[in-house]
C-alpha cells in the first residue's frame, strides 16, 4: 500500500504527530512542546497560537519527508476537556483554557446543583459529573468573569476544532468530544445547555470521527488534502491502542492516565465517564488527573530528567516501607472528581532518597489508576484481565512493570509511542477511503512490541498498600476541604 496518512495529537504539553504508510509503520515523528501560564490560583491556560504552530511545523516537517502527493488523509486529536472561544473571524479572543484549569469550580458546583442524578443518568447513561473542565462551567465562568470576552465569543471549540478551522475554514466537531454536553442519541441535551444562556447558540455542529471536514489551504503544507473532524485524545488513543471491540480495555498514559474499557453492558457508577455510543462502541473511560505531570514535577524538583528518574527507579525494590505517594498534584478526576485535594508523601523517612522518591511516585500513579479500574470494571460490568497500553508514559520499563504489578493484570505495549496522534492517522485512513470501517483499519495498522506479565508475588504487598494510598486520601479529604 503506498498510500500516506498524517496524525496529528495538540496534548496537554506538545503537539505530536506521526506519519505512517499503509501498513502502519512510523516513517516519522514530530514533537513541539508548548507552555502551559499558571499565573493565578486554579489556571492552566494555554496559547491557540502555540496548538496551531506545532500542527504547521508538522506537516511542513513531514512535507520534506514525503512526496506529499502520497498523503492521502490528515487526522486531529487533542486534549479534553480544554477550549478556546473565538470570534466571528476564528481568532481567539482569550487563552485556551486546559482541562487543568480548576477555576470554574463555583460556576461547575452551581450547575450540577441544578441536574439531578435521574437526569443524568436518561441523557447520558450514569451519574456524569459536572466539574471545573465541562464546557458549560467553563462557559459560565468566562461568561461571570470576562462579559466582553463572552459577547465576543462565536464558538466555543476544542484544540483539535481549532486547528481544523484554521487548516480549512470549517467549523466542526464530533459528539464523543462534547463531553458531559450530549445525550446517547448524539444529540446536545437542550435543556442542560439552557443553563447557560446563549450557550447552544456557540457550539459546532457535530459529525463523525472519520467525516471530512475540509481540505487544507491553499498556501499550506499539503494543500488539498482531506482533514477529519477527528476524536478526543482517550478514543483516538483507544484506537491507536487497538482497542475497539467489546472487552477490549485501554491505558493511555500521558500528562494524565486514561483507563477505559469497551462494553456494550452498562451499570451506572459514579465517578465514570459514560459516552454515547459510536458505531457500535460503547466506552467507559475514567481519566485521572496527574500520571506523567507527576513525573515531570519530580523530574523538575531533584533535577534529573524522567529517563535519569526510570533508571533509579529500576534500582529500588518494592517494599512496606517505601513513602506512599497521593499523585493529587492539581486534584483529582476519576473515580472520585475532588479538585480540591492535594498531592503527599506519607511515611517519609531520612532513608528516602531519588530512587525511593522515584518509584513512591510510580506507584501512587499506578494506585491511582487501579482505583479507577475498579470502578471501569464495576461499570462495564466486566473483569479486566488485559489492557493495551501506549502513550509517552508508557516508554518506562520499570513503570509499565510497576503499573501491572500493581493493578494485576497484563499489558500490551504498542509500538507507536503516541497511541492518540496514531489513532488519528487510523480515522483519517477511514475517512479517506483507503479503509472500509474502523475495526479492520485499527486491526491493520495497529502492532504492539513487548507484553508485561503482572508478578503475582507482589499481588498481597500491592493490595495492602492500596487500601493505604484510599485511606491516605479519606484521611486528608477533610483538611483539604477546608483551603
Request: aromatic share 8%.
Amino acid at each position: 500500500m503506498d498510500f500516506c496518512l498524517i496524525g496529528i495529537d495538540v496534548g496537554t504539553t506538545a503537539t505530536k504527530a506521526t506519519l505512517i504508510d499503509g501498513t502502519g509503520a512510523q516513517i516519522a515523528n514530530f514533537v513541539r512542546p508548548h507552555a502551559t501560564q499558571r499565573a493565578a490560583p486554579g489556571m492552566a491556560e494555554q496559547a491557540p497560537q502555540d496548538w496551531m504552530d506545532g500542527a504547521l511545523g508538522a506537516l511542513e516537517q513531514f512535507s520534506q519527508v514525503v512526496d506529499p502527493s502520497r498523503v492521502i488523509g490528515i487526522g486531529l486529536t487533542s486534549q479534553v476537556n480544554s477550549h478556546v472561544f473565538v470570534d466571528a473571524r476564528g481568532d481567539a479572543v482569550r487563552p485556551g483554557i486546559t482541562w487543568q484549569d480548576t477555576r470554574a469550580a463555583e460556576d461547575a458546583a452551581k450547575l450540577d446543583r441544578q441536574v439531578t442524578a435521574e437526569q443524568k443518568t436518561a441523557w447520558f447513561g450514569g451519574p456524569v459529573p459536572i466539574d471545573a473542565s465541562h464546557a458549560l462551567s467553563r462557559m459560565a465562568f468566562v461568561a461571570r468573569t470576562e462579559p466582553q470576552n463572552w459577547g465576543a465569543t462565536r464558538h466555543v471549540l476544542l484544540p483539535k476544532d481549532f486547528v481544523v478551522l484554521k487548516l480549512t475554514g470549517a467549523i466542526a466537531s464530533d459528539p464523543v468530544a462534547a463531553v458531559g454536553l450530549v445525550s446517547s442519541d448524539g444529540r446536545y441535551v437542550a435543556e442542560l445547555l439552557d443553563l447557560v444562556p446563549g450557550a447552544a447558540a456557540k457550539l459546532p455542529p457535530l459529525y463523525l470521527f472519520h467525516h471530512i471536514a475540509g481540505r487544507v489551504a491553499a498556501g499550506l503544507p499539503f494543500a488539498g488534502v482531506p482533514v477529519t473532524v477527528g476524536a478526543m485524545d482517550a478514543w483516538a488513543g483507544m484506537f491507536g491502542c487497538g482497542v475497539v471491540s467489546d472487552g477490549d480495555a485501554m491505558y493511555q498514559s500521558g500528562t494524565s492516565e486514561i483507563p477505559g474499557v469497551v462494553s456494550s453492558k452498562v451499570v451506572p457508577t459514579p465517578g465514570v465517564i459514560l459516552f454515547p455510543p459510536y458505531e457500535g462502541i460503547r466506552m467507559h473511560a475514567a481519566p485521572t488527573q496527574s500520571g506523567g505531570a507527576a513525573l515531570t514535577w519530580l523530574s523538575t524538583l531533584l533535577g534529573r530528567s524522567p529517563a535519569e528518574l526510570s533508571a533509579l527507579a529500576e534500582t529500588c525494590e518494592p517494599s512496606t516501607g517505601l513513602p506512599l505517594f497521593l499523585p493529587h498534584l492539581a486534584g483529582e478526576r476519576a473515580p472520585i472528581w475532588d479538585s480540591a485535594s492535594r498531592g503527599t508523601f506519607a511515611r517519609l523517612d531520612a532513608s528516602a532518597g531519588p530512587a525511593q522518591l522515584t518509584r513512591s511516585v510510580m506507584e501512587g500513579v499506578a494506585f491511582s489508576v487501579r482505583w479507577a479500574f475498579e470502578a471501569l470494571s464495576h461499570s462495564a460490568g466486566t473483569r479486566i484481565d488485559v489492557a493495551n497500553i501506549g502513550g509517552g508514559g508508557s516508554r518506562s520499563d520499570v513503570w509499565c512493570q510497576i503499573r501491572a504489578d500493581v493493578l494485576g493484570m497484563s499489558l500490551q505495549r504498542t509500538a507507536v509511542p503516541d497511541a492518540a496522534a496514531l489513532g488519528a492517522a487510523i480515522l483519517a485512513g477511514v475517512g479517506s477511503g483507503a479503509f472500509d470501517a474502523l475495526a479492520p483499519a485499527v486491526r491493520q495498522l495497529v502492532r504492539f512490541e513487548r507484553t508485561f506479565e503482572p508478578d503475582n508475588g507482589q499481588a498481597s504487598l500491592y493490595a495492602e498498600r492500596f487500601e493505604h494510598f484510599r485511606a491516605l486520601y479519606e484521611t486528608l479529604k477533610p483538611f483539604n476541604a477546608r483551603f
